[in-house]
C-alpha cells in the first residue's frame, strides 16, 4: 500500500521526505508512514499537504 498521488507530488515539488517533514512539523518516519499508507495523519497535516503541493487532499490520500 502505497499514496502513489502523494509520493510524485512530493518528487514532482523536487521535494525529499525530511524537507517534506520538516514543513509539516512532523518526523520523517511519520511522514514516510504517511506515504507509505501505514499512517492516516490528521486533517492538519493533510490540509498542509494540500497546500504545499497545490493538489485537493482527496487525490493524495488515494492508496494504492
Do not use: C, P
Not at 520523517?28 to 493538489?55: A, H, P
Amino acid at each position: 500500500m502505497v499514496r502513489e498521488n502523494l509520493k510524485k507530488a512530493r518528487k514532482d515539488a523536487g521535494m525529499t521526505q525530511q524537507q517534506v517533514a520538516d514543513k509539516l512539523g512532523i518526523s520523517m518516519v511519520y511522514y514516510q508512514k504517511i506515504e507509505q499508507g501505514s499512517r492516516t495523519g490528521d486533517f492538519e497535516i493533510w490540509d498542509s499537504l494540500e497546500d504545499l503541493f497545490n493538489i485537493h487532499q482527496r487525490k493524495l490520500r488515494e492508496i494504492v
